[in-house]
């Protein structure tokens, strides 16, 4: 029989240790907490800190409730798989600009998740951060980037007029990452744009320098990520573990999965529903405050613990979208939403073939990083506008992101990179705005490889690729490359083939005045490129049908 004395004494000592390190805790704001702390009682810790926006976020989401049940959406997937069509002008608009910009553009080092991985020891942005800002400070953190971010030289209407230039028809400002710094103003947030930092509402000033120059603007709020962004910090000394400064951290529960799985449904880290909620309240504020007409969800916002809320805002959204006379679309990855209630988005990806439903990819205009970072390496102009023909061919948009210096400058290998896009859309826009998918996409050997992060992998396209797009009866043959022959021989236009139904009348090569000789043939459409044509980056060659 165990001694009673013995086991009152050994339960003595455990509620000792505990007391001791509750004690070490509260002296010791920095002492890691992962092991220390239940995921409820750090929870508790953020919804005390975010407390005073409790009546503020109760009004909005009231609001909230109220539109999701009131128009010709609800609160059910059902209804909106059944109910929810694309926008017309977002399907005809083919190419947008993505904009990741905020602090973790101060370090210009690593990449946009430069915040996370500061407090990973492991990582590279944990040695740059203490080499170059912590100065040996261990209360130092991802905080003390926000006073050096100061976006003096920012210019919303240099920013906007350069986008028109490109060529783009929306732009995709994020207006809060994982690192829980929101790039507007928010009434539910102490760490915003507004209130530090710059000191002004950048979000809104874009928003109507965009819309001034005709183009349509939306917003991409990655906020569900940061349920755990900073977990690294919780298990190292840092100020992520100080109440204190729960308000930005966020819970930073500790990601379960170990990875970033795409599926979402094996995926059990803790999300609080006050957490959840909040969530909803912030993404369903900045649809108020802003108007946007693309609403784009990172990938975790299909995790489970924000179903419920997804299916809300969506309800929301789209009965907020009629009711305000706009045309919606909410760009969703994975398993966000169903994919008929949304336009599904691949992210730095492709598809090999036509797709029936419209689809999106978003990919960087740079190599490393969706933010800015020193010395980072970019996609070639023509690289990007082979990505885009190839895209729009199968039914799809591309949204082409920058990442803007913490000081508002575009990198200049950006700038460049937008102004030959938009140069080269000038002459050709016609065979890519406002198109459909031919009967086949394009023909030729390079193979584009389907689904997300394949981008990087495509190869170089030879004379012999060619896309197709179609509009208004006529068909557009977009090549690739240039013939070294001048000769540009389209076997799918061969009458015995897909153009069976298509007897060539006319072929002009588009940006061209000069007369072009061909011929349509049963295996191929032959032409003879006009002597001296330009063919930069890709050429267009618009056909269309015999008068019967």
Known sequence: ?????????????????????????????????????????????????????DATRAKILAETDRVANEGPYRADWETMIGKYQQPQWYKD??????????????????????????????????????????????????????????????????????????????????????????????????????????????????????????????????????????????????????????????????????????????????????????????????????????????????????????????????????????????????????????????ERGAQDKIQPAHWQTDTSISNASWGYVEHDTYKTSEQIVHQLVDIVSKNGNLLLNIGPRADGTIPDEARERLQAIGAWLKVNGDAIYSTTPWVTFGEGPTQIKAGTFTDTDARPYTPQDFRFTAKGGAIYAIGMACPKDGKAVIHSLGWAHEAAGFPVGGVELIGSSDKVKWTQGADALTVTLPAGASCQYAYTLKLTPAQK
């Open 1 to 53: 029989m165990a001694n009673p004395l013995r086991l009152g004494s050994l339960a003595f000592c455990a509620v000792a240790l505990v007391l001791t390190a509750t004690a070490s805790a509260q002296s010791d704001p920095l002492a890691p907490t992962r092991d220390t702390k239940s995921a409820a009682e750090i929870d508790r810790e953020w919804q005390q800190s975010v407390a005073k926006y």
């Open 93 to 346: 608009a083919k190419f947008g600009i993505f904009i990741h910009w905020g602090v973790y553009s101060v370090p210009a080092a690593e990449n946009e998740w430069y915040p996370r991985n500061m407090y990973q020891p492991r990582e590279g942005a944990y040695k740059n951060y203490r080499d170059h800002f912590a100065n040996g400070d261990e209360s130092k953190g991802y905080k003390d980037l926000i006073p050096l971010f100061k976006a003096e030289k920012f210019d919303a209407n240099q920013w906007a007029e350069l986008f028109k230039q490109s060529g783009a028809q929306y732009v995709i400002p994020v207006a809060e990452h994982h690192d829980g710094f929101a790039m507007y103003d928010s009434a539910l947030s102490d760490w915003t744009v507004v209130k530090m930092g710059p000191k002004r509402d950048t979000l809104g000033e874009l928003s109507k320098a965009i819309r001034a120059q005709g183009l349509h603007f939306g917003l991409s709020y990655h906020r569900a990520e940061h349920d755990w962004f900073l977990d690294g910090g919780r298990a190292i000394r840092s100020d992520v573990n100080d109440p204190k400064y729960a308000s930005l951290y966020g819970p930073a529960h500790h990601r379960l999965d170990g990875g970033d799985s795409d599926f979402m449904q094996q995926d059990f880290t803790y999300v609080s529903p006050e957490f959840a909620r909040d969530w909803l309240a912030r993404a369903s504020e900045l649809v108020q405050k802003y108007h946007p007409e693309v609403f784009y969800f990172d990938w975790w916002a299909g995790q489970p613990g924000y179903r419920r809320e997804m299916t809300t805002f969506a309800a929301f959204y789209y009965n907020y979208a009629v009711a305000n006379q706009f045309g919606a679309a909410i760009d969703i990855k994975i398993d966000d939403l169903p994919w008929k209630a949304g336009t599904r988005d691949f």
